[in-house]
């Protein structure tokens, strides 16, 4: 019966992705609870800067995902979001291709600004040249 049931959801699992596949973007309309596109640039630099510190962290795998996940949901509480709005909205911005690589550029951008900025502070602290920021992205 086990057997029976994966099968079954497996199925309908893929005949739903494939149907949300084959729909064009403006089939999909907005969930009620879309984060904005500037709220949602910043939360997802926090995420990458999140999952970055908790790379560095040295951590065993399991304690890594255990505090990664814990400060997700520090975060989303912070952004006044949860993640089912945050995965709907990523999903919604995901389909709608140009929205996303503008969304992803904002926090490149952004990221780099901060490390170059990150950098200078370092720089003036240790009295060696800034290092110069890098073009902006057309």
């Known amino acids: 019966m086990k057997k029976f049931s994966f099968r079954v959801t497996m199925w309908v699992g893929a005949l739903a992705l494939l149907v949300t596949a084959c729909q064009k973007a403006d089939d999909i309309a907005p969930p009620r609870q879309l984060i ?14 999140l999952e970055a510190r908790t790379d560095a962290a ?7 995902r255990a505090l990664f996940h814990e400060a997700q949901k ?26 996303l690589d503008e969304i992803y550029a904002q926090v490149v951008d952004s990221l780099a ?3 170059v900025q990150l950098q200078a502070a370092n720089a003036a602290s240790a009295g060696t040249p800034a290092p110069t920021p ?3 992205r057309n």
């Not at 990523?90 to 140009?98: C, E, F, L, Q």
């Open 58 to 64: 040295g951590l065993p795998i399991d304690s890594a």
């Open 113 to 115: 600004l901060r490390e």
């Open 74 to 99: 520090n975060l989303y509480w912070r952004y006044e979001v949860n993640d089912s709005s945050f995965r709907q909205s990523y999903r919604y911005y995901a389909v709608h291709d140009k929205d």
């Open 134 to 136: 890098p073009p902006p």
């Open 36 to 49: 904005p596109r500037d709220k949602m640039v910043s939360l997802l630099m926090e995420l990458h800067t």
